[in-house]
């Protein structure tokens, strides 16, 4: 196995032209960079729009639930294709960008952000108004029998409730960032440093037939997806077992 | 049925420290909640089958639920009132409210728990205010646990001392004691009414089980269908004349007053002599289980019409220790069940079934002996 693939890459990496690279490291921590942004992006986000998804009785709130929830069924490059419209240089948004930034929103890391959070957004929403649901109603009656406004009641009952959702949510929006691939092409394109994912990266080797290095590169994302779905599996389970529903 | 007005007038508190409700709220097709009541400091309880409104009421005080229309007024101040357009929201009404379950926070401490209505205080102060309540419950020592970490008591004392160390104005109970087994229950619920008999207010407590009526309650309140059906002292209700809802409720068609007249405590028994408000001299004497009583403490003693034998002959060679001669002073059907009104010294109603009124070819006049197993006799206090 080892032979042949490096026998390819002797052959087709010196054929193409192409420096065999079996880690692009830029790309990791341009990756990492991305991914960290994303969710801390979307927990902001995700934290307010999950309380309002888990207890406002508004009559079309399934609407709001079911665009939430688009970005988990439609094709990455249906959600790129209009993020890019609507960021691109024609677009209102855009041009306001480029008047006050001198940049452009497409093609850059900006963008990338942009076009991230709304592709993880369900990942981050759904897992944490999940469990702010599941908090006992009771307990909200009576954090406000005893006099603590809404706004208290959620940092001090809802959200220590909600650990393991607040870790699957955050662990979820992580990897799934760090995996997506269609969004980032089609928003950021492919320019190192820039908007060159790992991901981008591994379709590029394979493309210039460098397959130890995208080996390598996709062990690296399925190591690092596996550790994080371990920590919210494990997570989950040892909290259920140290606090039993009262 | 005591619903009374000279008991309402009598019973009217002042309202400066007593609680006003008058309250109407749709539940669904078949069920309204409408009842109007006053009531004063100290237990009140609240009274009847699942599903007969007692939580609402409790939600509609504390705001949890808004009722269509009505009024509520606790120590002087409106919460609701729907003529003026009041509804205070919950967190402004200075409510102690023990839920069914307790509603613990689990993830925090009991300190923590008893702490966190208080947390406009500066810390100090906070766990200060939060130990003397958890020490005047006797349970200082649980400070550090969690709820899941505490029996049903401790339980059961730690929301208690959570919702009075905020100094509410009005303490309302949802069975707080549902959750327990029968023999800590009754503990508990002496505990409980030790602790909050004497505060200078209102305490609505609800149940359905008779026993704590009678350990907790000095007034009660029935409720059924929504609406208020009967109210006075557990004896007046419970014993009133035939109230057929309230002493099916109750559970015990007959209660009567009792004197405990010798105590056996090697057979774990007791004589009490019973009478009743219509055979006020009674000489009936009856054996029942041995409780902590001595010579001459006024109990009333509860006894199902169903635990009642009914005789046409004397009984022999029987178990049971109390057989009582009398006559059949009425007979009448309700549904399957033949209702017999029995005078033997005391009036008695037994429950028979159509068969053995028909075998038995009961009449009223018939001489009859009436059999009761003493575990049949249930000691309720006064």
């Known amino acids: ?246 | 049925m005591v619903t009374s007005t000279d008991n309402l007038v009598e019973s009217a508190p002042s309202t400066a420290e007593g609680v006003e409700v008058r309250i109407r709220k749709r539940q669904s097709e078949a069920f309204d909640l409408d009842l109007a009541c006053q009531l004063g400091r100290g237990i009140t309880i609240i009274f009847g089958a699942s599903g007969a409104g007692k939580t609402t009421l409790l939600d509609c005080i504390a705001g949890l639920t808004s009722p269509d229309s009505g009024r509520v007024v606790v120590a002087g101040r409106t919460l609701f009132d729907s003529d003026r357009g009041i509804n205070l929201p919950v967190q402004a009404r200075r409510i102690g409210y023990v839920f069914q379950d307790l509603a613990l926070f689990p993830h925090l401490s009991v300190e923590e728990n008893v702490g966190y209505g208080l947390s406009g205080l500066d810390p100090r102060e906070r766990s200060h205010r939060a130990r003397t309540a958890l020490d005047s419950l006797g349970i200082l020592s649980l400070i550090q646990r969690r709820p899941a970490q505490l029996s049903g008591g401790e339980r059961q004392r730690v929301a208690l001392a959570r919702a009075l160390v905020t100094e509410p104005s009005i303490l309302l109970l949802d069975e707080p004691l549902a959750a327990l087994d029968l023999p800590v229950r009754m503990k508990i619920a002496e505990d409980l009414r030790r602790s909050i008999q004497d505060l200078p207010i209102p305490a609505l407590y609800v149940t359905h089980s008779r026993d704590e009526v009678f350990v907790l309650g000095e007034r009660m309140i029935v409720i059924e269908g929504g609406k208020l059906i009967a109210q006075g002292t557990p004896h007046e209700v419970l014993s009133a004349p035939r109230g057929e809802t309230v002493a099916q409720l109750a559970g015990f068609e007959n209660i009567f007053d009792a004197q405990v007249s010798s105590v056996h405590e090697e057979r774990g028994t007791m004589t009490c002599r019973i009478g009743s408000a219509r055979f006020e001299a009674s000489q009936v004497e009856i054996e029942t289980p041995l409780v902590n009583a001595s010579v001459g403490t006024q109990l009333r003693v509860g006894i199902s019409a169903g635990d009642v034998l009914l005789a046409t002959s004397a009984p022999v060679g029987l178990s049971a220790r109390n057989i009582f001669a009398g006559k059949l002073v009425s007979l009448w059907q309700r549904d399957m069940i033949v209702v017999a009104q029995v005078d033997c010294g005391v009036e008695m109603f037994v429950h028979l079934t159509l068969a053995a009124r028909d075998s038995l070819q009961l009449q009223p006049g018939r001489e009859v002996w009436l059999i009761v197993k003493t575990h049949s006799c249930h000691l309720l206090a006064v």
């Open chain 1, 1 to 246: 196995m080892d032979e042949h693939r490096s026998c390819d890459n002797a052959q087709y990496g010196a054929r193409s032209g192409y420096t065999v690279v079996l880690m692009d490291w830029q790309a990791f921590w341009l990756t990492i960079r991305l991914a960290v942004s994303v969710t801390a992006i979307l927990l902001v986000i995700g934290l307010p729009l999950a309380y309002w998804i888990a207890f406002s009785h508004w009559r079309w709130k399934f609407l709001v639930e079911a665009l939430v929830g688009l970005p988990i069924v439609l094709p990455p490059t249906v959600l790129g294709l209009y993020v890019l419209i609507a960021l691109g240089q024609r677009s209102p948004i855009g041009r306001l960008w480029q008047s006050l930034t001198g940049q452009p929103l497409v093609f850059t890391f900006t963008g990338l952000v942009i076009g991230s959070v709304l592709y993880s957004l369900p990942f981050a929403v759904q897992p944490l108004a999940a469990s702010f649901t599941s908090v006992d109603s009771r307990l909200l009656a009576a954090s406000a029998v005893l006099g603590v406004s809404k706004h208290r009641t959620f940092w001090r009952v809802i959200l220590p409730l909600s650990v393991s959702g607040l870790v699957t949510a955050t662990a979820l929006t992580f990897a799934h960032t760090m995996g997506e691939f269609g969004v980032v092409l089609m928003v950021g394109g492919n320019i190192p440093g820039a908007t060159r994912t790992l991901s981008i990266d591994i379709y590029d080797q394979v493309q210039n037939l460098n397959y130890a290095g995208a080996n390598t590169t996709a062990l690296v994302l399925v190591v690092i997806a596996f550790a994080l779905l371990s920590v919210v599996y494990s997570f989950n389970r040892s909290l259920w077992r140290v606090l039993p529903r009262a």
